[in-house]
């Protein structure tokens, strides 16, 4: 007879335990393009009236920065228009019209997904379910959305030797990675059979 005094059902048990992510060598895979696409995009330094008037149109005081997107506290800027976006990058670069205060959890989920589609976004935690002042929030990134910015034609720079050997080095890099990670499957095979109690995944 199942024991009426436990709290939780198993699958309730089970909904609620989630496995600690970078299990993979090839999980960084997105991260080492980002970052390769990252380290050759310009960046512009804004002054502070550059800073002051991006954060009147969003609407938001730099004494106590909320996040563009959610409106919690932001310790941190995020670009609006991601620089990479499905593993190439977008043009865009890193200048303050391209720039909004955000919060960490934002920046982390957003990553190369339009901003729109990530703020309209119905799932829980995105910034649609803080609705104190979302209707605002919405208004002041469109309105931010529609600025200047710079954007650089990477297409015209594919036959730069400086420029596709860069890319030849992330092919290389990338390559690495997934031979390593045949290794990896087979060393944890090997490691795991020297663990007393074990449970195969
Ligand atoms: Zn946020």
């Known amino acids: 007879m199942r024991n009426k005094r436990s709290q939780d059902s198993a699958s309730a048990v089970l909904a609620a335990f989630k496995m600690p992510r970078g299990r993979k060598v090839t999980q960084r895979i997105s991260s080492v393009t980002a970052a390769f696409v990252q380290a050759i995009v310009p960046v512009i330094n804004p002054t502070a009236t550059q800073i002051s008037g991006a954060l009147r149109v969003l609407g938001i005081k730099a004494s106590k920065l909320t996040c563009a997107y959610c409106g919690r506290t932001a310790d941190q800027w995020d670009h609006l228009y991601a620089l990479v976006m499905n593993k190439k990058p977008t043009g865009y670069i890193t200048e303050i019209n391209n720039l909004v205060p955000s919060c960490g959890a934002c920046n982390q989920r957003k990553r190369g997904t339009n901003w729109k589609d990530f703020v309209n976004h ?76 074990k449970r195969r995944q």
Do not use: C
């Not at 649609?128 to 002042?133: A, L, Q, V």
């Not at 209707?135 to 730069?160: S, T």
């Not at 990896?184 to 663990?195: E, I, Q």
């Open 122 to 197: 119905p799932g829980k935690n995105f910034p649609k379910t803080f609705r104190d002042g979302f209707r605002k929030r919405l208004a002041a990134l469109e309105k931010y959305a529609r600025l200047r910015r710079q954007k650089i034609d990477f297409e015209k720079w594919e036959g730069d030797p400086a420029y596709s050997d860069y890319w030849k080095r992330h092919r290389a890099v990338i390559k690495a990675l997934r031979a390593a990670q045949t290794t990896a499957t087979h060393l944890r095979t090997k490691l795991l059979d020297t663990v007393p109690s």
